[in-house]
Each structure stands twice: as structure tokens, then as C-alpha cells.
């Protein structure tokens, strides 16, 4: 699974001009599920997005987690993160995960992140969504489990 991670000071995302998720400070994360992920591999990603520490602490260093800060969690699925790019001029997709597995844990992943912390939004899956962000740093970092 593959969370690309963005520190933002807001961000929003729409669907035919209707917003179906917004945060203030906090997280947007695209989020990509591959053919082998599992339930945990979700769990492991979930656990990263919340500690993983990118928010600056008094004397300006990355030493805060979203955790610590209370920043808002938006949760956008990007099966074209799963792209295999190494060859040729034209992704190739097979290393994303059909649809419906993609659905199910990236479902998994957004449920247990409402069950644990306090603001979380996403996207719709399968949707043509439009986001916007504003990238605070900018901060961004691919992480994978």
C-alpha cells in the first residue's frame, strides 16, 4: 500500500463541483492499494499517517505527529500511484489492485482512521475528483508498507 503524504494547511476535495471532504492544517494522503495489500497493510499505513512526525515542534524541526498536533486526516484513493512507470512513455497499471480490492481496504483504512482520530474526510472512490490543496513547506513524502 502507498500513503504520498502532504502537509497542508487546508485541502479539499470535489466531486462535480460538490465538496465531499475538506480539512484545515493537517494531512491530504493519496493513497494507492496494490494487488498483495492486506487489512494489514492498511493498519501499518494508518499507524504511519498518524505518528509519522512531519509537523515542526517549537524550534522548527519535524518532531510533531499528526497525532500530536490534531491536524485533520484527508484520505483520497489514487489507483495511478500504483502505476509501473519503469519502462516506456505510457504508465502501466497492473500492478494496482482490481477495483473492488482497492475499494474494500481503502473502505478498511478510512473506517479505522474515523474510529481512532478526530477530523478525517476522503474522497470517493472510483470518483473524477477534483483537489485542491495548499502544500505547507512544502512537506511531502511517499510512504509504503
Do not use: W
Not at 485541502?11 to 492544517?25: N, T
Not at 522548527?60 to 519502462?87: C, E, I, R, W, Y
Not at 481496504?105 to 473524477?128: I, W
Request: net charge negative.
Amino acid at each position: 500500500m502507498k500513503g504520498l503524504l502532504q502537509r497542508v494547511r487546508c485541502a479539499r476535495v470535489e466531486v462535480a463541483g460538490e465538496v465531499v471532504g475538506a480539512i484545515d492544517q493537517g494531512l491530504l494522503v493519496l493513497v494507492a492499494v496494490e494487488p498483495e495489500d492486506t487489512r494489514a497493510s492498511a493498519d501499518k499505513l494508518l499507524n504511519k499517517l498518524l505518528n509519522y512526525r512531519v509537523f515542526s515542534d517549537a524550534e522548527g524541526k519535524m518532531n510533531l505527529s499528526l497525532a500530536d498536533v490534531g491536524g485533520g486526516l484527508l484520505l483520497v484513493s489514487q489507483f495511478t500511484l500504483a502505476a509501473d512507470t519503469k519502462s516506456g512513455l505510457r504508465p502501466s497499471f497492473s500492478t494496482a489492485a482490481p477495483p473492488a480490492l482497492g475499494e474494500e481496504l481503502f473502505d478498511y483504512l478510512l473506517g479505522k482512521a474515523k474510529q481512532v482520530h478526530g477530523t478525517v474526510a476522503s474522497g470517493r472512490f472510483g470518483a473524477d475528483m477534483q483537489v485542491h490543496l495548499v502544500n505547507d513547506g512544502p512537506v511531502t513524502f511517499l510512504l509504503q508498507t
